[in-house]
């Protein structure tokens, strides 16, 4: 009997082993499957997750205004398309640009005014004029300008530096520095420089002056004697006082006056033999020998990115500085380098534009 019993036990504790084990098993295997399937959803869950749209999402409104319809005004809004383009801004797809040219003062300020009835995110203004005008009808929208040579002069701003209020953008100043340097590029061998120009007008001054500290520099390093006359009978005498001198190229800013009277210089210059680098196309056109201009589109294309700073990165207009742009091109007059018997480089004449 006792043996049966012994018998009776063991199987029990046979099948309750062997019960253990399957349990074990059975588990393991469901803990596996749900392992795998939240593996699985984890997985799914991530690749799910959407990337970073590679387009801006927000619709900006930009009023622009255009007050002169010239060559480097056109210039200045095509080379701020082409930023846009290029920084995936199209207009009507992901920015609205509402371009007026309007020359009638009245209907120009009509404009702005209908820019800050609607509540655009920004006003983008080609030239002074435009310029002057919208900021003083809005103090609120900020206003990134173009093509405006003295922004602290014009009063809507505090300093280049650190304009103080909603407004700033790029300047097309004179590019004096630029013209005393192609002098040192064409002419290595000068050595001394002469600048004529009417004492009495504070933009030419202000022009004579920065050519003369970049005449010092270590890289030009030529002698710049200033010639400041008050009239036009001065003109033929200062030239005669240059010429013993001794001065070998002639420098004229922008200037107006010079501008005007201009034929001396240029009967003097191909009779001496002596280059006339002069300050705009203008200028040129009349006779002088050279000049360096500011690239237009580049121009437009620094306003752009200034504007993307604003409205995409927040920056604050208030503490933008003023961009100058050293982008420029070499103009060279054709007839004057025959009258004077000039020979340029290759390389030179290669990167100038022959008028």
């Given amino acids: 009997m006792k043996k049966h019993l012994v018998l009776i036990v063991n199987i029990i504790l046979i099948l309750a082993v062997l019960g253990g ?36 999402q927000e619709i900006y409104n930009i009023g622009i205004i255009q007050h002169s319809n010239v060559e480097n005004s056109n210039s200045v809004y095509q ?62 929208i900020p206003i990134v300008f173009a093509a405006v040579q003295e922004p602290d002069l014009e009063e809507f701003v505090n300093s280049n530096e650190a304009p103080g209020r909603n407004v700033t953008g790029v300047s097309d100043y004179t590019p004096c520095f630029e013209q005393i340097d192609s002098i040192k590029l064409m002419f290595p061998d000068t050595k001394k420089i002469g600048a004529i120009y009417l004492g009495t007008n504070q933009n030419a001054v202000t022009q004579a002056l920065i050519g003369e500290k970049e005449a010092q520099t ?29 001065v070998e190229v002639i420098y004229t800013p922008v200037d107006g006056f010079i501008n005007k009277n201009i034929s001396p210089l240029i009967d003097f210059s ?38 993307l700073d604003i ?41 100038a534009i022959i008028e």
């Fill in 218 to 246: 270590e890289h030009v390093n030529i002698d710049y004697v200033k010639y400041p006359i008050t009239s036009a009978k001065e003109i033929n005498s200062t030239l005669d006082t240059m010429l013993k001198d001794g």
């Fill in 79 to 140: 080379g701020f398309l082409n930023e846009l383009a290029d920084k995936g801004y199209v207009n009507n797809k992901n920015i609205v640009l509402d371009y007026v040219l309007e020359e009638d003062n009245d209907k120009c300020k009509e404009a702005i005014q209908n820019f800050i009835d609607d509540d655009y995110d920004l006003i983008f203004t080609i030239g002074p004029f435009a310029t002057k005008l919208a900021a003083s009808m809005t103090t609120e």
């Fill in 270 to 307: 191909y009779k001496n033999k002596i280059p006339v680098v002069c300050g705009n196309l203008t200028m040129l056109e009349k006779g002088c020998f050279s000049t360096s201009v500011i690239n237009y589109p580049s121009i437009g294309g620094a306003a752009a990115d200034i504007m």
């Fill in 21 to 56: 084990i399957f349990f074990a098993i059975t588990r393991a295997s469901k803990v596996s499957d749900t392992a795998e399937t939240t593996a699985v959803e984890t997985i799914a869950t991530e690749q799910a997750v959407p990337t970073e749209p590679t387009t801006p």
């Fill in 311 to 351: 409205l995409v990165h927040d920056a604050d207009p208030a503490t933008t500085p003023i961009v100058y742009i050293y982008d420029c091109y070499l103009h060279i007059n054709e007839k004057a380098m025959k009258e004077l018997g000039i020979k340029l480089s290759d390389e030179i004449l290669e990167t």
